[in-house]
C-alpha cells in the first residue's frame, strides 16, 4: 500500500520508527559500552581500581541534557502527528458506525444502513463512533486507527485509503463472549464502483427481512445454516418445537409469528432454554412494525420470491458451480441442477438416511454447510459456499428453485 495517501498509517508508523529508532540505538548503545567495561577491566586483570575520578560536570550536563532533548523529541514529533489523527481534512464523508454486542452497523448521509463500511477511494473519511451497549473499540490496522465506542458519548477517527480493497474491522475492546467474531471490513471502492454503488438500489432480489436482519447485525449471532452459535440458529425453525422458559417456568412451545415478534422486541420475555439473556431488545425505533413482519416472514418461510433471479445465475457461473453440476439433467460429479426444486433427496443425517423435500432451507445449508447433508451417493468434496453474503446465497437459491 502506498503509504504517502494513507495519512493516518503514515503518522502512526512515523512516531513509532522514530521513538523505535532511537530506543533502538541507545540499547545497542549502552550494550556495547557495558559489555567493552565489563571485558576490559575484569579483576583478573586489574585488581584494583585504576582510576580516582569523583566526577566529570561536562560528562554530567551532556548525559542529563542530550536525554532531555530527545525525549522532548519524541514528545513533540508524537504531539504534532496526534493533532493530526484528530483533525479531520475538509470534504470528509461522514459515516456513524453503531457498535452492539456484537456487530457494526454503518449508516450513511442519506440514511442507507451497511453491515460494512463501503467508501470511495482517495477520499477522507470520518467515522463517528456511537455504542449502543457497552464499551467496544473500532480498529483497522491497516489505516493504524483505533478508539473506543462508549455508551453515551460520540467519538470519531477518520481515515484516507489510497487503493481499492477490503480491510479488516475489529473489535478491539473485549465486550462479551461474541467480542471475537465482531469483525467487518471497509470496503474502499474505485470513483466508479462508488458512484454505482451510491445509486439508489434497485428493487432486489433479496427479501426485505433477509435485508433487515443483515442490516441489524442479527445474523454475527444467530447463523442461517444451523450452526449454533450465541444464539438459536435461525434455520428451520419455522413450527418447531422449542423449550422456553417463561417466568422462571420452563415449557414447550412451537415457533409461531407471535413468538418470533416477541423473541425481537422483547428478547427476554421467553428465553430458549440453554441460552444466555444477552441480546438487546429491538423496539420500533431500531425496527418498525412493517419490517418486524417482514423479518418475521423471512423466518416463517413466507418470503417473496425473486425478482431478479439472473444475479443467482450469474453467481452460479462465476463460482464455478456448473464445473460440478449440470443444469441439463446428466449426472456429474454432484447431483444436477434441472428440477431441483422439485425433487425429493436421501440424504444421511445423524447416521440415518431420511428423504427431504429440496426447499430454500435446504439449499441454503446445502450452500452454506455442504457435507452437513450429503446426498446418498455423492462425496463430500464441496467447500463452503460462506464466504458470499446472505444476498447472494439468496440469489442462488432463487435461480435454482427455477431451474
Ligand atoms: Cu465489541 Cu469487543
Redesign the pocket.
Known amino acids: 500500500m502506498n503509504q504517502l495517501n494513507n495519512p493516518t498509517a503514515q503518522a502512526v508508523d512515523n512516531v513509532l520508527i522514530y521513538i523505535f529508532g532511537f530506543s533502538l540505538i541507545l540499547l545497542l548503545g549502552i550494550t556495547v559500552v557495558t559489555v567493552y567495561f565489563v571485558v576490559k577491566y575484569r579483576r583478573s586483570k586489574y585488581p584494583e581500581p585504576t582510576s580516582q575520578v569523583h566526577g566529570s560536570w561536562l560528562l554530567e550536563t551532556i548525559w542529563t541534557v542530550l536525554p532531555i532533548l530527545i525525549v522532548l523529541t519524541m514528545f513533540w514529533y508524537g504531539w504534532t502527528n496526534y493533532v493530526g489523527l484528530r483533525e479531520i481534512p475538509e470534504g470528509a464523508l461522514e459515516v456513524k458506525a453503531t457498535?452492539r454486542?456484537?456487530s457494526w452497523q454503518f449508516e450513511y448521509p442519506d440514511g442507507r444502513k451497511e453491515s460494512k463500511l463501503y467508501v470511495p477511494v482517495n477520499q477522507p473519511i470520518k467515522v463517528l463512533l456511537f455504542s449502543t451497549d457497552v464499551l467496544?473499540?473500532f480498529f483497522v490496522p491497516a489505516f493504524r486507527i483505533k478508539r473506543d465506542t462508549v455508551p453515551g458519548m460520540e467519538s470519531y477517527v477518520w481515515f484516507q485509503a489510497p487503493e481499492p480493497g477490503s480491510y479488516d474491522i475489529f473489535?478491539a475492546?473485549?465486550?462479551g463472549v461474541g467480542?471475537a467474531d465482531?469483525t467487518t471490513s471497509v470496503e474502499v471502492l474505485s470513483e466508479a464502483d462508488y458512484a454505482q454503488w451510491l445509486q439508489p438500489l434497485e428493487p432486489s432480489a433479496t427479501p426485505r427481512g433477509l435485508v433487515v436482519l443483515d442490516e441489524q447485525g442479527c445474523l454475527s449471532c444467530h447463523s442461517l445454516d444451523g450452526t449454533d452459535g450465541i444464539g438459536p440458529s435461525l434455520f428451520e425453525m419455522a413450527g418447531q418445537p422449542r423449550q422456553v422458559t417463561i417466568n422462571r417456568e420452563s415449557k414447550e412451545l412451537i415457533i409461531d409469528e407471535e413468538y418470533l415478534k416477541l423473541a425481537i422486541r422483547d428478547p427476554e420475555a421467553e428465553m430458549v432454554d440453554g441460552y444466555n439473556p444477552m441480546m438487546p431488545p429491538y423496539d420500533e425505533a431500531t425496527i418498525n412494525n412493517e419490517d418486524l413482519q417482514a423479518v418475521v416472514n423471512y423466518l416463517m418461510g413466507k418470503a417473496e420470491a425473486a425478482k431478479t433471479p439472473s444475479a443467482g445465475a450469474q453467481l452460479m457461473d462465476e463460482n464455478g458451480c456448473l464445473g460440478c453440476h449440470s443444469t441439463d439433467g446428466s449426472d456429474g460429479i454432484a447431483p444436477s441442477f434441472k428440477g431441483i426444486g422439485q425433487r425429493e433427496v436421501t440424504i444421511e443425517r445423524d447416521g440415518k438416511e431420511i428423504t427431504v423435500k429440496i426447499d430454500v432451507e435446504y439449499l441454503r445449508r446445502a450452500l452454506l454447510k455442504p457435507n452437513a447433508d450429503l446426498v446418498k451417493g455423492y462425496s463430500p468434496i464441496m467447500p463452503s459456499a460462506d464466504y458470499l453474503s446472505p444476498e447472494e446465497i439468496d440469489a442462488m437459491i432463487q435461480h435454482l428453485l427455477q431451474q
Open positions: 457498535a454486542m456484537w467496544h473499540s473489535c475492546e473485549y465486550c467480542h465482531m
